[in-house]
């Protein structure tokens, strides 16, 4: 089969830029894609972190320290950029100028400012697809409820709860890091860290809430800095914010949780939807189950857990039998990425990664949560704007 290859600059060349890098070098574990993502260039302000990829990535043709040396590159078509949220704007600005496509790490601007400057630049330039990484929803699981919600199955929706949760900041050991100060990761804290994987579906569901109360917590106030002092951690480590859905004659309470400090789970992320017709849930602590409820009035009320086989939204040479795991979710997002490139709106399933719009739809939902945790209130959030 005849591919078409799409040639990549990575601008930040830390874990998830690895990440990136290491499903591209696993394409050939997908099946009957006509397209191959192949990076030529990258680049991190610290010379020493695209060794890895110079070392280890036989396709990179060109490593720079300075990101627009990288976009005045005629080889490179699109971008992946995982750099800290504080440079967000300005990089994925200058990307967007540069007419280069982008897959932008959430959450697309370190306050709701910087993501309208963001999105004033994607109105400037329609020809450039943009879109924010969020991999857990290409689960098989995740997958089988937005296909039940897209069927109408629940009936009337009672509650939803979705939520992404670490454990790996319990250590007050641990070494603070870019993400604890609001110079670099923003006033969210783990909100704009770890909510648009949160937020993904239920935006895609237009589940929009007309308020919010958020409860945040700083558990941990103070961390190591490496060189014998403790310094103070300045953002919310979590979160949980109580919204309020109403839309198509529905009104329904959804919660919305995002910790880095969840004792006992390293990397989970889950969404639970109960309805009068039809419940369902899926978490990544089980990534081969998922559960469901279905009801008629009168009839027995009973959870029913089964397998979730190997289906994934593009094709793999792996067995059914298998368990789908993160990097190939990962591997799944970048397929949705590089279809959306390379054939436009006829992609060879429906599912895309989450959009600038959705992006977007979280800063609206963070920003109340703010200042509902500063006044203790109920904020009403406006989508009309």
């Given at each position: ?95 967007i100028e540069s007419g280069k496509h982008l897959l932008g790490e959430k959450p697309f601007g ?51 709860e979705a939520g992404f949760w670490h454990s790996s900041d319990l250590d007050p050991t641990k ?27 239920p935006m895609r569901y237009g589940w929009k809430p007309k308020s919010v109360r958020a409860l ?170």
């Amino acid at each position: 089969m005849s591919k078409k290859i799409i040639r990549f600059g990575v601008i930040g060349c830390g874990l998830m830029g690895k990440e990136f890098a290491s499903a591209a070098a696993r394409w050939c574990h997908l099946t009957n894609v006509d397209f191959e993502p192949k990076i030529v260039a990258v680049c991190d302000a610290n010379s020493a972190a695209t060794q890895w990829f110079q070392d280890n990535i036989p396709s990179v043709e060109a490593a720079y320290t300075d990101y627009k040396e990288l976009l005045a590159n005629p080889s490179v078509d699109a971008v992946y950029c995982a750099v800290p949220h504080h440079l967000h704007a300005q990089i994925y600005i200058d990307i967007i100028e540069s007419g280069k496509h982008l897959l932008g790490e959430k959450p697309f601007g370190i306050d709701q400012e910087a993501n309208r400057l963001i999105s004033e630049a994607i109105i400037k330039y329609p020809n450039v697809i943009v879109r924010c990484s969020s991999e857990f929803p290409f689960y098989p699981g995740a997958l089988q409820i937005f296909q039940w919600v897209h069927e109408n199955k629940f009936g009337k929706i009672i509650e939803v709860e979705a939520g992404f949760w670490h454990s790996s900041d319990l250590d007050p050991t641990k070494v603070i890091n870019w993400k604890r100060r609001i110079a670099t990761n923003g006033e969210y804290g783990c909100m704009g860290d770890l909510g648009m994987h949160v937020l993904h579906l239920p935006m895609r569901y237009g589940w929009k809430p007309k308020s919010v109360r958020a409860l945040l917590s700083k558990i941990v106030p103070e961390r190591p800095d490496g060189k014998g002092n403790m310094v103070p951690c300045e953002t919310w480590d979590n979160a949980i914010l109580a919204c309020d859905v109403e839309m198509e004659g529905q009104q329904f309470p959804m919660i919305l949780s995002t910790k880095r400090i969840a004792p006992g789970n390293a990397n989970t992320w889950f969404i639970r939807i109960t309805g009068t017709d039809f419940s369902a849930e899926f978490t990544t602590k089980n990534p081969k189950q998922v559960a469901s409820l279905p009801y008629k009035p009168g009839g027995n009320q009973a959870w029913h857990v089964v397998d979730a086989p190997y289906k994934s939204a593009y094709g793999t040479i792996t067995g059914g039998i298998f368990e789908f795991g993160f990097s190939d979710s990962i591997l799944q997002m970048w397929a949705a990425f590089c279809d959306e490139l390379a054939h436009g709106k006829d992609t060879q399933q429906p599912f895309y990664c989450a959009t600038p719009e959705e992006a977007a739809g979280s800063h609206r939902i963070f920003t109340a949560a703010l200042e509902s945790n500063r006044t203790g209130q109920t904020i009403p959030i406006n989508w009309r704007d």
